[in-house]
């Protein structure tokens, strides 16, 4: 689809509202169109710890934030200030309150909603500057409000004195602090965006919480914002209008939010006043929701410090520098029911209790200490969101948000039954000839979504359309069952080949925007008139048969090539065509894509890893001649990618779906030193965070528009970038196992993508994160496109880490006097990675039951299923990935496509690797 710059609200876009397409050309041009002048605002600079700062002279609210190491760089929207200056704009320093005295109703008072002139009060000592902002709160307000500026020993510090002027105690039911960082990415191009814009991720862990501010660029220092004494991070509240249009709220800030800013949050202290109205309909939300009372004539100080560290990998130790506790979780905070996780927790205070939430849904048991870390082995219970609260000894709480899973052979087998089943639609009267297909699937009518306004959902293309069979055939990958393989094979060949895909003639290979489209003349009585299909998003049959959009490529290039792997495979269960056609239309697609869609084959495309392989097994097959072009094509695009400062362009003004793909291919022609540069640009938008829903989460907040049942501008937990993502930062893992950084941000990304899928193997587009809605979406949307990395991915690592000793991510490990076990609990069990050796040993097919590896000797074994009637041999690869690493040599099996062909019995198998 092709989308604007800036995105207007979805009421409005699915009434007919204009949308173009656009280019990075075309976002530079907007960054030099003239723009409206706004009288200059006065600010107060000054100078502290690792900051150059500034306040606003009239209302002291913070203006610059910049390292000093980079002067020209602001944290704040600071260039915007003049243009922000007005009421209804929020900055750092206000603040938003719902209260009420006695059985009164709840009352909101803002100091951005109608600004007042403050009261300057006296600075001195360590004061910065200090002001009564009782007035801009509102009349009325039972409450004196005195704000101050700190230099706390070289760290920025606000804080807020709360008094209570009536003879009447006071509830607070929701206290937020606006967190106004330069998420703005409007009138600026791509650089321009990496250079100067920021993203804010929350840990909202109460008295633990803080934010994490770090630049697109993922360079330099990053900004922590951390909580003073009696400031818990117990929500982090959207500054909008709520969906309740018959609640007015003043805590909202003005500024325009779209593709190309997400908007602002409040850091919310107490959260109950919302709890009871806005949020009443909400699902869990990731803390109790509380509120404090304020006795007449008693006071309540709040506040934050702004602490910059060095980098993004340095976030945790510059926490446990200014005395915050850390949490690590290992492998992260997606528990399936069969692993045995860690979580690793360093804090200044002993730990006083553990407690889960809900009560027996995970069991935490203390496993000793090492190097100032204190151990607890957490095991998964009950299915779904749970969360640990840590008391410490100082009565401060901790918490710790994760998700159970069933174990995942499990879950990818709900999946695979679900898509093939309940998404499974043969209606041969049906006008569009979209049967047999797999359709997206609205799980609150539970239903297949046979015609939607946005056309491309019911389309089997575009992502939204395209994700649900994408998810079904990707899974097939390293999991394939008889009667699955045999759906897919037939909607391959009967529906994508020749319906969505062009079969024949000089456009073969291309691919449409959609199967299902809006023609009223063609089906008059087909269309439900209660929806509008007046908008650009019901495209006509011709808008449909457009073969321009290469983002729709990468998803049919899947179906050949996992048709082709596994025909190659896993003998019998491909039977329509043999392995050379599946390959042959994976070419042919490839071709075609960058033939008939050459716009917008200059950025990275979602799945584009799927080209890598798909051109490394033409290679193994000795198709020389498709190889040989598909190379030559794909170089061309890495060469492009290489000239470029940030190459991650796309059809929206940023975007988090190309990096993959422009990582992988710079990797393989050899451009080492950018592609380094595109894994720290994924590190900027994708956190290590102790909570199942951040965690890995790599940045997307507009793709509810156009794949979620309910569309909105809206920060998505575990969209399809959580798991796409996480595939360079693997390799690069991989490439550097001294990095644990890399592998605990990519396996949160990993196992994120898991959590979308239910108990029955529905799968979610992604998580609504806004306070109001805390639930997955019912639509599965573009979930595939997410599940496509983690099938690609899915992998055991066993790593000796410094502070932690030998861990593993995806297995349950086992050190008995010199050799380190481990078995396997991914999704997959045909993948292993030891980073001492810097091994990775891949099975195209087989499953590796255990694996034990010993370190002094080098020596690898590993324990293989035994054989089904679909795999009766295991083909192993074995690759060295760090200089000086290892080589292996496999003790048996025959040479094949560049792996050991090694023959499978009715007993588990035992295959050496010796260290050469």
């Given amino acids: 689809m092709t989308l604007s710059r800036t995105l207007t609200p979805i009421a409005l876009l699915l009434a007919g509202g204009s949308i173009t397409a656009l280019t990075p050309a075309l976002f530079a041009q907007e960054a030099q169109a003239p723009k409206k002048v706004y009288p200059p605002i006065a600010t107060t600079p000054f100078t502290i710890g690792a900051f150059e700062a500034a306040l606003r002279s009239d209302t002291q609210t913070l203006a610059r934030l910049s390292p000093k190491t980079d002067p020209k760089f602001d944290f704040t929207p600071g260039g915007r200030e003049a243009e922000r200056q007005g009421d209804g704009y929020q900055h750092i320093g206000d603040l938003n309150i719902r209260l009420k005295s006695g059985a009164g109703d709840w009352q909101d008072f803002a100091s951005a909603h109608a600004r007042k ?159 009871e109205k806005e949020w009443r309909k909400a699902g869990e939300q990731w803390n109790a929701p509380t509120s404090f009372t304020i006795a007449p004539g008693a006071s309540r100080a709040i506040g934050v410090r702004f602490v910059a560290a060095p980098s993004i990998r340095g976030i945790e ?122 359709l997206s699937y609205d799980r609150e009518a539970d239903k297949i979504i046979t015609q939607e306004p946005r056309v491309w959902i019911a389309g089997m293309s575009d992502e939204g359309g395209g994700g649900a069979w994408v998810a079904a055939m990707i899974k097939q990958l390293d999991n394939p069952v008889p009667a699955e393989v045999a759906k897919l094979e037939r909607v391959v060949n009967e529906t994508v080949i020749g319906k969505l895909q062009v079969a024949d003639g000089p456009t073969a290979g291309a691919v449409k925007k959609s199967i299902f489209y809006y023609e009223p003349s063609e089906f008059p009585a087909y269309y439900d008139k209660a929806s ?55 070419y042919q697609t490839t071709v075609a894509m960058m033939r008939d869609a050459p716009y917008y084959t200059q950025f990275g495309l979602m799945e584009g890893d799927v080209f890598v392989d798909i051109l490394k097994d033409l290679k193994r097959e000795k198709m020389t001649a498709e190889a040989t072009e598909m190379e030559r094509l794909m170089k061309g695009r890495a060469d492009h990618w290489a000239s470029l400062p940030y190459p991650f362009g796309s059809e929206m003004a940023w975007d988090s ?25 994924i590190l900027g938008y994708d956190p290590t965070i102790p909570s199942w829903g951040y965690n890995g989460n790599a940045r997307r907040y507009w793709d509810f528009l156009y794949g979620g049942k309910y569309p909105r501008i809206e920060r998505q937990i575990h969209h399809y970038g959580s798991a796409l993502n996480a595939v360079p930062l693997f390799d690069a893992y991989r490439a550097n196992p001294a990095d644990a950084h890399l592998l605990r941000v ?23 994160s806004w306070p109001d809605m805390m639930s997955w979406d019912p639509y599965t949307g573009d979930y595939g496109m997410g599940f496509f990395g983690h099938a690609y991915a899915a992998a055991t690592y066993v790593v000796q880490d410094p502070q932690f000793g030998w861990i ?99 007993a588990p198998t035992t295959v050496e690797l010796t260290p050469n």
């Fill in 117 to 275: 002139a403050i009261r300057v009060l006296p600075k001195g000592g360590r004061t910065i500057a200090a002001a009564d902002i009782t007035a801009s709160m509102g009349a009325g307000i039972p409450l004196k409000v005195e704000r101050r500026w700190v230099d706390e020993k070289g760290v920025l510090a606000l804080r807020f004195v709360l008094t209570n002027t009536s003879k009447a105690p006071v509830e607070v039911g929701a206290l937020g602090l606006p967190m106004v960082f330069d998420n703005i990415i409007s009138d600026r191009n791509l650089d321009q965006a990496h250079e100067s814009a920021s993203f804010v991720d929350p840990y909202i862990g109460r008295d633990a919480g803080y934010l994490q501010v770090t630049r697109l660029s993922g360079k330099g220092a990053a900004l922590l914002v951390l909580p003073e004494k009696g400031t818990p991070l117990e929500a982090y509240r959207p500054n909008l209008e709520p969906r309740d249009k018959s609640a007015v709220s003043i805590f909202t800030d003005k500024s325009q939010r779209g593709q190309t800013s997400e908007g602002f949050y409040d850091w919310t202290v107490a959260s109950k006043g919302f709890a």
């Fill in 532 to 586: 509008n299909w007046k908008s650009w998003t019901s495209w006509s049959k011709k808008d449909s048969g457009d073969l321009g959009r290469a983002y729709n490529y990468p998803h049919v290039a899947i179906g050949h090539w996992v048709l082709y792997r596994v025909a190659r495979n896993h003998p019998g269960l491909v039977t329509q065509h043999d392995w050379r056609f599946y390959l042959g239309r994976a």
């Fill in 808 to 906: 593993s991510y995806g297995g349950n490990l086992r050190q008995t006097g010199g050799q380190i076990t481990v078995t396997p609990k991914d999704g997959a069990r045909s993948r292993l990675f030891v980073a001492p050796a810097g091994t990775w040993i891949t099975l195209a097919s087989g499953k590796i039951s255990s694996a034990s590896y010993t370190p002094t000797s080098g020596r690898i074994t590993l324990t293989l299923d035994p054989a089904t009637a679909a795999t009766p041999v295991a083909r192993v690869s074995v690759e060295t990935t760090i200089q000086g690493g290892r080589q292996y040599t496999i003790g048996s099996g025959t040479a094949e496509r560049g792996a050991k062909a090694i023959p499978l019995g009715a």
């Fill in 657 to 681: 779906t190309g990096q993959p793909e422009v990582y992988a291919w710079l990797r393989y022609f050899g451009y080492q030193k950018q592609a380094d540069q595109t894994r720290e640009v």
């Fill in 317 to 438: 130790a510059t926490l446990t520098a200014q005395a915050r506790p850390v949490a690590v979780g290992v492998p992260g905070y997606v528990v399936p029911t069969d692993l045995e996780a860690s979580l690793f927790l360093k804090a200044p205070q002993k730990v006083r209790k553990i407690e889960s939430y809900p009560a027996g849904a995970l069991t935490v048991t203390a496993a000793g200490s090492a190097k100032g870390w204190a151990k607890y082995n957490v095991r998964g219970v009950a299915w779904g969101q749970a969360r640990l609260s840590i008391t410490y000894a100082d009565g401060s709480v901790q918490t710790v948000s994760y998700f159970v899973t069933k174990p995942l052979d499990q879950t990818m087998a709900d999946l695979g039954r679900f898509a093939t089943t309940k998404q499974f639609f043969d209606d041969k009267s049906d006008p569009f000839k979209r049967a047999p297909a797999i």
């Fill in 746 to 768: 990519a396996y949160g990304g990993l196992m994120g993508g898991i959590t979308n899928i239910d108990q029955n193997g529905f799968s979610s587009a992604a998580f609504h």
